[in-house]
C-alpha cells in the first residue's frame, strides 16, 4: 500500500488507517523496540512477554517419586501375589514405607498403596494382588522433562507459566522491555488532577493518569510528563526528550483544528504524519506518525476520543511492539431499544447499556458525546455503525462488542423511566446486598418508561404521572399506556416537588403566577417527565399561558439538570424535588406532595429481580438514607399499591 503523508485532517478509513498505521511504522523500522530484552527472575515476571524460548534445566521431577502414601517395593517381587496366594514382604528389606512425594528408596520401582496392605507385624506386611514397575510412581521428567521447551518467544507470562518455569529450573527468563509510554498533556486550560477547585476555564488533567493506567493494562509502562502549554517550542522540545526516554510518544490534545493545535505540525517538523483525521466518531482527529524510529500518537483531548483512539492506534503498536495481537472482544446480539442515526461517512462507537429482558438482550444508546466519560463508565458495550451506514431502526437486530462479562449484564436490573436520586441509592443498596446484581438506569421521563415497559425493554419504570382529571397517581396512565400488559405497581417514596430557586430565593418566587414575571426565566422538564406534568397541571388550573412563560421550552432531563441550571445562573426557577435542589446549595419552595411509583413487568416482579429489590427497599440503611437525602417521605416504600392482570 502506497503511503500518504502530510494529509491535514482527512479521513482515512478505520481499517486502512490501522493496518496502514503498522505498516507505515514497520517500514521505517519503528515497530521494534531499540532497547534490548532484559532478564527478570521469573518470580517476577508475570505480565512480561518473553523475547526468547524457555527450555527447561531441569525436570520435574527430577527424580523418581512416590506418588502415594504406602510401601515401596520392586514389582517383581508381587507378581503372582492373589487372595489365595498372598505374598508376605518384610520391611525396611523387601518394602519401604514412604509418602508420597519422598524419593523412591534405591532398588524399588513401585509403590503399594497403603489401603492394599495388610500390616502382618511390625516388620512384615501382607499383599492380595500384585503391582506393576512405576504404578504409583512419578517418575523423572513425568511432568517436565529437561531441555523440553516450556514457553515459546513472543508469550505473555500467566501465573502458570512462572509455576512452570520454576518448576522447570528456570529462575530467570528474557523479556522484552516494557514498551516505555510517554504521555505528554498539554493545553493552556489544564492543571494536574488533584487541584482541589480549578477556577473557571481550567480543565483538571483527567486524561494523562487515564491514558497511563490503560498503558499499564496494555502491557505497558507509562511515563507522565508534566503539563506542556501551548507553546509550540516548548510542545518541540517535550518531544525531542520524550524520543529519547521513550518507545512511544502520546501528545494529548491539540489534534484538531483550533489555533493551537501543534501536534501535526510538531510531528511534521521532528519526523514524519502518516494519518491526521481518521474517520470515526470520536476520535477523528488523531495524529499517527513516526518520529526517531519511534511511533508518536496524537490523541484528541476530549476524554471518550481519547480512550478510543488509544484503544484502536495505541493498544495495536503496543502489542505489536512485544510480538502481540490484540485479542479480539467478544461480542453479542442484541435489540436496539431506541433508534441510532449516525452521519454516513464515519464509522460510530456508540456506548450502549445491554440488559436482559426476557429472552431477549436490549441495548439502550448512551449519550453520544465525545467529552462525556460517565457514559463510558456505565457503558456495557460498543455498537459500531459502520461507515456507510446511516444508524440503526428502533427494534433492529444488531452485534455488540462487550465491555463486561455477559454474566454481569444477565444480573443487571434494567430501570427506565422518570429519573429519581433513590435510584441510585438503590443501585448502591443492590449491590451491597447482592454484590453479582448491578442496576442500569434511563432517564427518558415517566410516559416514555411507560412505554418501554409496553414494548418490553425494561424490568421496571420508574414512575409519577399525575392524571389531571381524578388527581391520582400513576394508576390512570397505566390503564391508558399498558392495557393488557401484566405489571405491579409498587410506591417507593412521596417526596416533595417545588421551586428550586437561587440561594436566598433572590426573585422571591412563590407560586405559578410569578412564573410569568419578566425578570423571572424558567428551565423546564422534558415532555413526558412527570415534573413537566405536574407543571402543567398547576398552570391550567390557574389559566396560566405557558408561551408568557420566558424558558418554558428550555428542556431538561433530570431533576439534577434544572438544579445545575439554576445553580449556574442560567436559569432563575425550575421544578423538581427538594433533594435535587439540597444537593446544590440552592434554595426550595414546596408546592405538592407526589407519588413516586416503580411499575414491574409482573414475571420480573415475581422473579428474581423482584426479589433482589424488595430487599433493597425493605432494608432500614436504605431507607435512612433516601430520607437522608431530603424531601423523601418512604411511609409506603416497598408496598404493592396496584396489581394489573394481563
Ligand atoms: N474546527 C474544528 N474543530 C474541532 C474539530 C474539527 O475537526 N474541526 N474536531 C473536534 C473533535 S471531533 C475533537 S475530538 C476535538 C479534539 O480536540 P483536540 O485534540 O485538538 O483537543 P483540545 O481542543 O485541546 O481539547 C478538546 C477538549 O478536551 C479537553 N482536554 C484536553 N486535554 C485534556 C486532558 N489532558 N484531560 C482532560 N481533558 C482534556 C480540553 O480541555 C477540551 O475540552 O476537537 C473538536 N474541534
Ligand atoms: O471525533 Mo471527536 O473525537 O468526536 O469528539
Known amino acids: 500500500m502506497k503511503v500518504q503523508r502530510n494529509i491535514y485532517l482527512e479521513e482515512k478509513p478505520l481499517p486502512e488507517a490501522q493496518e496502514g498505521y503498522l505498516d507505515f511504522l514497520r517500514e521505517k523500522g519503528a515497530l521494534k523496540l531499540k532497547r534490548l530484552p532484559e532478564k527478570v527472575s521469573a518470580e517476577a515476571a508475570c505480565g512480561r512477554v518473553t523475547a526468547a524460548p524457555v527450555f527447561a534445566r531441569l525436570s520435574h521431577p527430577h527424580f523418581h517419586q512416590a506418588a502415594m502414601d504406602g510401601y515401596a517395593v520392586k514389582a517383581a517381587l508381587t507378581f503372582g501375589a492373589s487372595e489365595l496366594a498372598p505374598r508376605r514382604l518384610k520391611l525396611g528389606v523387601e518394602a519401604f514405607p514412604v509418602d508420597t512425594g519422598d524419593v523412591l528408596p534405591e532398588g524399588t520401582d513401585a509403590v503399594i498403596m497403603v489401603e492394599d496392605v495388610h500390616q502382618l507385624g511390625p ?22 522433562v529437561a531441555t523440553e521447551m516450556i514457553v515459546p518467544a513472543n508469550h505473555l507470562l500467566r501465573p502458570v507459566d512462572i509455576g512452570a518455569l520454576l518448576a522447570g529450573g528456570v529462575n530467570e527468563v528474557l523479556v522484552y522491555p516494557r514498551p516505555r509510554v510517554v504521555i505528554i498533556p498539554t493545553g493552556d486550560e489544564l492543571v494536574p488532577s488533584g487541584t482541589p477547585d480549578p477556577a473557571p476555564g481550567r480543565i483538571i488533567d483527567f486524561n494523562s493518569p487515564m491514558l497511563a493506567e490503560l498503558v499499564r493494562e496494555w502491557g505497558g509502562e507509562p511515563v507522565r510528563y508534566s503539563i506542556v502549554p501551548d507553546d509550540i517550542a516548548q510542545l518541540e522540545e517535550a518531544v525531542r526528550r520524550g524520543l529519547e526516554e521513550g518507545d512511544v510518544v502520546v501528545l494529548n490534545a491539540g489534534s484538531s483544528a483550533g489555533r493551537e493545535d501543534f501536534t501535526a505540525p510538531v510531528l511534521r517538523r521532528l519526523g514524519e504524519v502518516f494519518a491526521h483525521g481518521v474517520a470515526i466518531k470520536p476520535g477523528k482527529p488523531v495524529v499517527l506518525g513516526e518520529a526517531a524510529g519511534k511511533p508518536v500518537l496524537g490523541i484528541p483531548g476530549y476524554p471518550v476520543s481519547a480512550v478510543l483512539a488509544a484503544e484502536l492506534f495505541l493498544r495495536p503498536v503496543l502489542a505489536a511492539l512485544t510480538g502481540q495481537e490484540v485479542p479480539a472482544r467478544d461480542k453479542v446480539r442484541a435489540v436496539l431499544s431506541r433508534r441510532v442515526v449516525s452521519p454516513a461517512g464515519v464509522e460510530e462507537f456508540v456506548r450502549v447499556k445491554l440488559g436482559r429482558i426476557g429472552e431477549r438482550i436490549v441495548a439502550t444508546p448512551l449519550g453520544r458525546g465525545a467529552g462525556m466519560l460517565l457514559t463510558l463508565v456505565r457503558a456495557d458495550g460498543i455498537l459500531r455503525v459502520p461507515r456507510f451506514s446511516e444508524g440503526f431502526e428502533a427494534g433492529s437486530q444488531v452485534e455488540v462488542e462487550l465491555l463486561r462479562r455477559l454474566e454481569e449484564i444477565e444480573n443487571t436490573v434494567v430501570v427506565i423511566g422518570s429519573h429519581d436520586l433513590a435510584l441510585d441509592i438503590i443501585a448502591n443498596f443492590l449491590r451491597l446486598l447482592f454484590p453479582r446484581a448491578s442496576l442500569s438506569s434511563a432517564h427518558v421521563g415517566s410516559l416514555g418508561g411507560l412505554m418501554a415497559l409496553k414494548r418490553g425493554e425494561a424490568h421496571l419504570a420508574g414512575t409519577h404521572l399525575l392524571d389531571e382529571e381524578t388527581g391520582e397517581y400513576n394508576v390512570p ?26 440561594p436566598g430565593n433572590p426573585k422571591g418566587i412563590k407560586d405559578f403566577e410569578d412564573l410569568v414575571r419578566e425578570d423571572v426565566r424558567l428551565v423546564n422538564r422534558q415532555k413526558g417527565a412527570g415534573t413537566r406534568v405536574l407543571l402543567d397541571y398547576h398552570l391550567r388550573q390557574r389559566g396560566i399561558d405557558p408561551r408568557r412563560i420566558q424558558g418554558y421550552e428550555r428542556e431538561e432531563y433530570t431533576h439534577m439538570a434544572v438544579a445545575a441550571a439554576v445553580a449556574s445562573g442560567v436559569a432563575d426557577v425550575g421544578l423538581g424535588i427538594r433533594a435535587a ?6 434554595d426550595f419552595v414546596p408546592v405538592a406532595e407526589e407519588r413516586y411509583d416503580l411499575c414491574f413487568l409482573r414475571p420480573y416482579w415475581e422473579g428474581k429481580v423482584g426479589e433482589w429489590l424488595r430487599a433493597v427497599l425493605d432494608h432500614p440503611e436504605f431507607r435512612q438514607a433516601v430520607e437522608a437525602r431530603g424531601g423523601y417521605d418512604l411511609r409506603d416504600c416497598g408496598r404493592v399499591l396496584y396489581v394489573q392482570e394481563g
Open 477 to 502: 396512565h397505566i390503564k391508558r399506556y399498558l392495557a393488557g400488559v401484566p405489571v405491579v405497581l409498587v410506591n417507593l417514596a412521596y417526596r416533595e416537588q417545588g421551586f428550586i430557586v437561587a
Open 123 to 144: 516388620d512384615e506386611i501382607e499383599i492380595i494382588k500384585p503391582i506393576f514397575p512405576y504404578q504409583n510412581v512419578r517418575v523423572v521428567g513425568e511432568d517436565i
Open 581 to 586: 435542589a439540597l444537593a446544590l446549595g440552592c
